[in-house]
Nanobody, 125 residues
Framework: QVQLVESGGGSVQDGGSLILSCAASTNSYSFYHMGWFRKAPGKEREGVAAISSKGTTFYADSVEGRFTISRDNIKKILSLIMTSLKPEDTAMYYC???????????????????WGQGTQVTVSS
């Protein structure tokens, strides 16, 4: 079992920045693929960014160039640096872990086995 706890959400103005963090409980953290997802009211949960167990990164087109995902396998922390935030980035953001299966699709939510409780990000215009 993997427990994930997000932190760092908050309210910012259009164009602002935030850093999200996700602390993992498992000692096998380095073996998991990790991802950030978000869910806005009335919309489905969507993949934002993902990082493989080997450190390869993937981004949704909507955040490419503005968001950066990274992982620290020693501290078992997943981070998401968000810059140039827009009102449409407003959502609940979730950290997720996926078992390292060959079939893993980075931004597909069904490939993830463990989820955090989420942290709210609100961007006002």
């Amino acid at each position: 079992q993997v427990q994930l706890v997000e932190s760092g959400g908050g309210s910012v103005q259009d164009g602002g920045s935030l850093i999200l963090s996700c602390a993992a409980s498992t000692n096998s953290y380095s073996f998991y693929h990790m991802g950030w997802f978000r869910k806005a009211p009335g919309k489905e949960r969507e993949g934002v960014a993902a990082i493989s167990s080997k450190g390869t990164t993937f981004y949704a087109d909507s955040v490419e160039g503005r968001f950066t995902i990274s992982r620290d396998n020693i501290k078992k922390i997943l981070s998401l640096i968000m810059t140039s935030l827009k009102p449409e980035d407003t959502a609940m953001y979730y950290c997720a872990a996926a078992r390292p299966l060959p079939s893993w699709v980075p931004l597909r939510r069904y490939d993830y086995n463990y989820w955090g409780q989420g942290t709210q990000v609100t961007v006002s215009s």
